[in-house]
């Protein structure tokens, strides 16, 4: 990613103790500001997350007409403009490296009046958008893509014809994007999922007034007329504590207390396996936000065993898929994950990223084409240099490794992180028994 260059070095880790407050739902975050955006009345968001991501979905919902205010430290108010009241805007509107932003905010201009143009950094302009385009036209919408498939895109909205779509791969981001279009439909639309991904938009539609039922894989929203919601409250990120959830597990003499994470069952994947391999994790139930559930997690260091991961449960943690290859290194015996082709199209191809940069450091591991097998051996990797290729997940998984090594890890390109989890740094650091917190920067960037 251009200008995200800075490299920092994590040293061994002596054990990770204490609370630490994570970062809001970048999920969430996103969903609630597109959805005020075409709400009838004004939205009120609490703890939303500040980030390169989402920052690109607030930019874009003010370059179509909407105006945010920032009344204090992570709260919003969005003044939506309407179902069908987006204005397009003469330039294309930069979604930065955000594809939630890009997909999601397409199936919302479906519906609307005029012709708005998608465009990203060059690594979004890498990542596939055949997989909204060619159902979208089936709905009878006007987009193009270059190849296709790719940004920049151009939707110029109208009339929106029903559709019952058979999702070839899970992606929440493609859901997200059919839903939104469906509101502005001539009759119900439907989407099947292959195995089931996360559900923050069905939850958050159904909650500002949309007609959305559930059927197993199957989710039908019908058209409607107006939007709204008055307050949503953002829990802690699930996928930001996994990195923590993992760490504590792998690094000798660590107790940590995550609290008020957000565990809807589409994204605690990660629990389910942890649990698997046999982590100490206790949930506490934390008072919730609206209809999505959240709870303290405690987690201490354990002895992990290897497992088998496919299916179904890749689909809830593919985003944790990477973390679950460093918790396999610290495994006794061979841990195989497969079912997971979504991770070479990512912001990088994760599964290359992933076993390359692991093998790189000292860590058993082999790539397949959906997936890896590694073989653990319980001891910490040797160390080494780490590149994050310019995605934020790598980046923080390089961090986290260096933690659990014996002689550090250079994570190359750390400053991506900023795009969804610009303290992580701080955090990691304040939960080291190091004063200084194990970390050294090595180049601002």
């Not at 969005?78 to 199936?107: E, F, K, Q, V, Y």
């Not at 802690?236 to 996994?242: G, L, Q």
């Not at 994947?269 to 942890?274: E, F, R, W, Y």
């Not at 919730?288 to 689909?315: C, F, M, W, Y």
Request: glycine letters at 12%; one cysteine or more; a positive charge.
């Amino acid at each position: 990613m251009p200008g995200k260059t800075g490299s920092a070095l994590f040293s061994p880790a002596g054990g990770l103790r204490g609370t630490l407050a994570l970062p809001p739902d970048k999920s969430i975050s996103h969903r609630a500001a597109i959805i005020g955006a075409i709400c009838d009345s004004p939205e009120e968001i609490g703890n939303f997350l500040g980030s390169d991501d989402t920052a690109a979905t607030l930019a874009a919902i003010q370059a179509c007409g909407v105006r945010v205010e920032r009344p204090g430290r992570g709260s919003l108010v969005i003044h939506g403009a309407g179902l069908r009241g987006l204005s397009a805007p003469a330039a294309a509107i930069d979604a930065a490296n955000s594809g939630t932003t890009m997909r999601l905010l397409a199936g919302v201009f479906a519906g609307q009046r005029g012709c708005f143009t998608l465009d990203g950094d060059a690594s979004l302009r890498r990542r596939p958008m055949d997989r909204i385009v060619t159902p979208l036209r089936s709905m009878g919408v006007s987009i193009e893509a270059r190849d296709d498939n790719f940004a920049p895109l151009k939707i110029c909205g109208g009339k929106v014809r029903a559709l019952d779509y058979q999702m070839p791969v899970a992606s929440a981001q493609v859901k997200s994007a059919l839903l939104l279009a469906g509101l502005y439909g001539d009759g119900p639309t439907v989407v099947r999922e292959p195995v089931a991904c996360r559900d923050h938009t069905e939850i958050m539609l159904k909650a500002a007034g949309a007609r959305v039922e559930k059927e197993g894989l199957l989710t039908r929203i019908y058209p409607a007329a107006k939007l709204r919601l008055d307050r949503v409250v953002v829990p802690a990120d699930f996928s930001a504590a996994a990195f923590f959830l993992v760490a504590a597990s792998i690094i000798p003499g660590s107790r940590i207390a995550l609290p008020a994470v957000g565990v809807n069952p589409t994204r605690t994947g990660l629990l389910d396996i942890l649990d698997e391999m046999g982590a100490r994790i206790v949930r506490k139930p934390a008072p919730g936000t609206q209809a999505e559930p959240a709870n303290d997690l405690h987690v201490e260091a354990a002895q992990l065993k290897g497992v088998r991961i496919s299916g179904e449960i890749s689909g809830r943690a593919i985003d944790e898929l990477p973390l679950v290859a460093l918790a396999g290194a610290f495994a006794e015996g061979e841990t195989v994950v497969s079912g997971a082709s979504e991770l070479r199209l990512k912001e990088a191809d994760r599964i290359r990223g992933v076993v390359d940069n692991l093998a790189g450091i000292g860590i058993n591991i082999k790539a397949r084409p959906d997936g890896f097998v590694v073989r653990g051996g319980g001891k910490r990797p040797r160390g080494g240099k780490f590149k994050s290729l310019g995605d934020h997940r790598l980046a923080m998984l390089g961090a986290v490794a260096g933690a659990a090594s014996r002689e550090g890890v250079e994570v190359q390109g750390f400053d991506c992180v900023s795009v969804s989890y610009p303290d992580f740094r701080k955090g990691l650091m304040s939960l080291m028994n190091d004063p200084d917190g194990g970390l050294r920067t090595l180049d601002a960037g």
